[in-house]
């Protein structure tokens, strides 16, 4: 593993960034080319990021001097033949323009206290791929500005120590099926955590190791690069479509623009409940499975069980894929609750590359990784939102929007569910009406 946990850049080249951000970019330029987005940047931990605003601003302007190179492009056009070449040699022309798209400052919050704020705004085809970057800068900084005297040591033991643990309960539990696939882009302690990391998974778990959402560590490692859609597919077909159709919609169309290639549906954009609503046996035959990111992941995949044998789907011809904030040893059991009955695969992130341990400093503060969300709140100049099937994974910051949605999809208005939004909502500095 390395012998350091920082690099001198923190984005490593233009394909430093999640797979799912390409795929959704290859279809909007395809089906929504003049959509206009915005994103905003929230820190769930209770962290006052404002100091580093500074050299967070610093690392992202140095984006414009990123491009996709020719080797790259080739690169994608072999591991990636669902991506139209059209598509793919249009990236030579790409390039980031942060001082345009993006914007930075300090947001005065309701408590007194003040908080990083980012926003990125422009067309959604040209904005698409800051996501996973920036958070990936915002937590390299944090890092290297609080954390940076953490040992690499503690970093490969925890990590070591993890491993271990996992071979010796594969083979007592007798469990042959175990997949997993690194996801950690967006919430790594640094790029080089995350490259050792991988590179100790490759040795120590080859048959394990699916595979790495990150294109430019896939590369590196010859791995495969792992990743379908995200929320905001989902959340933009809300402002372009009839609400009550985006749904099914938005599952429609990514299934006629990828002919099948990549087939694994998210589920929880409105909720499991509206999902299966939505998800008829025209679609359930045509996706080669469904991803888990919130919700109790037992009662969700037994409801994905029970609606495919609905529908006289074998389950086993299909695939749960479970993201929800994941460990070893969640994901193991959850491996061996549905052994036999479908076909399970996983995606870890931040326990994979974020890891200390129990790590503490001098001054007697235990490290936490950073928790944070970069969320489409508008397309264009329409609210969004992202229900989930956890109430505090919900995004939205216009609550009539909210209420009107669950109106729409025959969902439950929960006062308290409200009052709890609008609470996190001004906690995070936001009016829910004008952003102040």
Same mark, same amino acid.
């Given at each position: 593993?390395?012998?350091?946990?920082?690099?001198?850049?923190?984005?490593?080249?233009?394909?430093?960034?999640?797979? %799912?951000?390409?795929?959704?970019?290859?279809?909007?330029?395809?089906? $929504?080319?003049?959509?206009?987005?915005?994103?905003?940047?929230?820190?769930?931990?209770?962290?006052?990021?404002?100091?580093?605003?500074?050299?967070?601003?610093?690392?992202?302007?140095?984006?414009?001097?990123?491009?996709?190179?020719?080797?790259?492009?080739?690169?994608?056009?072999?591991?990636?033949? $669902?991506?139209?070449?059209?598509?793919?040699?249009?990236?030579?022309?790409?390039?980031?323009?942060?001082?345009?798209?993006?914007?930075?400052?300090?947001?005065?919050?309701?408590?007194?206290?003040?908080?990083?704020?980012?926003?990125?705004?422009?067309?959604?085809? !040209?904005?698409?791929? $800051?996501? @996973?970057?920036?958070?990936?800068?915002?937590?390299?900084?944090?890092?290297?500005?609080?954390?940076?005297?953490?040992?690499?040591?503690?970093?490969?033991?925890?990590?070591?120590?993890?491993?271990?643990?996992?071979?010796?309960?594969?083979?007592?539990?007798?469990?042959?099926?175990?997949?997993?696939?690194?996801?950690?882009?967006?919430?790594?302690?640094?790029?080089?955590?995350?490259?050792?990391?991988?590179?100790?998974?490759?040795?120590?778990?080859?048959?394990?190791?699916?595979?790495?959402?990150?294109?430019?560590?896939?590369? !590196?490692?010859?791995?495969?690069?792992?990743?379908?859609?995200?929320?905001?597919?989902?959340?933009?077909?809300?402002?372009?479509?009839?609400?009550?159709?985006?749904?099914?919609?938005?599952?429609?169309?990514?299934?006629?623009?990828?002919?099948?290639?990549?087939?694994?549906?998210?589920?929880?954009?409105?909720?499991?409940?509206?999902?299966?609503?939505?998800?008829?046996?025209?679609?359930?035959?045509? %996706?080669?499975?469904?991803?888990?990111?919130?919700?109790?992941? $037992?009662?969700?995949?037994?409801?994905?069980?029970?609606? %495919?044998?609905?529908?006289?789907?074998?389950?086993? @011809?299909? @695939?749960?894929?479970?993201?929800?904030?994941?460990?070893?040893?969640?994901?193991?059991?959850?491996?061996?609750?549905?052994?036999?009955?479908?076909?399970?695969?996983?995606?870890?992130?931040?326990?994979?590359?974020?890891?200390?341990?129990?790590?503490?400093?001098?001054?007697?503060?235990?490290?936490?990784?950073?928790?944070?969300?970069?969320?489409?709140?508008?397309?264009?100049?329409?609210?969004?939102?992202?229900?989930?099937?956890?109430?505090?994974?919900?995004?939205?910051?216009?609550?009539?929007?909210?209420?009107?949605?669950?109106?729409?999809?025959?969902?439950?208005?929960?006062?308290?569910?409200?009052?709890?939004?609008?609470?996190?909502?001004?906690? !995070?500095?936001?009016?829910?009406?004008?952003?102040?």
């Amino acid at each position: 593993m390395t012998t350091n946990l920082f690099s001198s850049r923190i984005i490593q080249s233009a394909l430093d960034f999640d797979v %799912y951000k390409v795929n959704m970019m290859s279809a909007v330029a395809a089906l $929504y080319p003049d959509a206009m987005v915005s994103y905003k940047f929230i820190v769930r931990s209770d962290e006052e990021l404002s100091e580093l605003l500074p050299e967070v601003k610093a690392e992202v302007l140095k984006l414009q001097d990123v491009c996709f190179t020719s080797e790259e492009i080739q690169y994608m056009k072999r591991v990636a033949p $669902y991506l139209s070449p059209e598509f793919l040699d249009g990236l030579h022309a790409f390039r980031f323009n942060p001082q345009r798209d993006v914007a930075f400052n300090i947001k005065s919050m309701a408590d007194g206290s003040s908080q990083l704020r980012i926003t990125i705004n422009g067309l959604w085809k !040209e904005t698409i791929l $800051y996501e @996973t970057i920036i958070m990936s800068i915002v937590s390299e900084v944090r890092s290297r500005a609080r954390w940076s005297d953490i040992p690499v040591e503690q970093f490969q033991a925890v990590l070591a120590e993890k491993v271990h643990h996992l071979k010796v309960e594969l083979k007592r539990r007798n469990i042959t099926n175990f997949k997993f696939a690194d996801m950690s882009t967006r919430r790594r302690f640094s790029f080089q955590a995350q490259r050792s990391m991988l590179a100790f998974l490759s040795k120590e778990l080859p048959g394990c190791l699916a595979g790495t959402s990150n294109y430019h560590l896939a590369r !590196e490692f010859d791995l495969t690069p792992i990743g379908t859609v995200a929320h905001e597919w989902f959340m933009g077909h809300q402002a372009l479509v009839n609400v009550r159709d985006s749904q099914k919609v938005a599952l429609q169309r990514w299934q006629e623009m990828f002919k099948g290639a990549l087939g694994i549906a998210l589920t929880d954009t409105i909720g499991i409940d509206a999902f299966l609503k939505d998800f008829d046996e025209a679609l359930s035959n045509a %996706y080669v499975g469904v991803r888990h990111d919130s919700g109790c992941p $037992y009662t969700w995949g037994e409801k994905m069980i029970e609606h %495919y044998q609905s529908l006289g789907i074998n389950p086993m @011809t299909k @695939t749960l894929v479970f993201t929800d904030g994941l460990n070893f040893e969640q994901a193991l059991d959850i491996c061996e609750h549905f052994q036999g009955r479908i076909q399970v695969s996983f995606g870890i992130g931040t326990s994979l590359a974020n890891d200390m341990g129990d790590y503490v400093n001098a001054q007697g503060t235990v490290y936490k990784p950073l928790s944070i969300v970069i969320k489409m709140v508008e397309c264009n100049g329409s609210p969004v939102a992202k229900i989930s099937d956890e109430p505090e994974k919900a995004m939205c910051e216009d609550i009539f929007f909210l209420m009107n949605l669950k109106r729409r999809f025959d969902l439950p208005l929960n006062l308290e569910e409200c009052r709890a939004l609008l609470d996190r909502l001004e906690k !995070e500095g936001e009016n829910y009406l004008i952003d102040a």
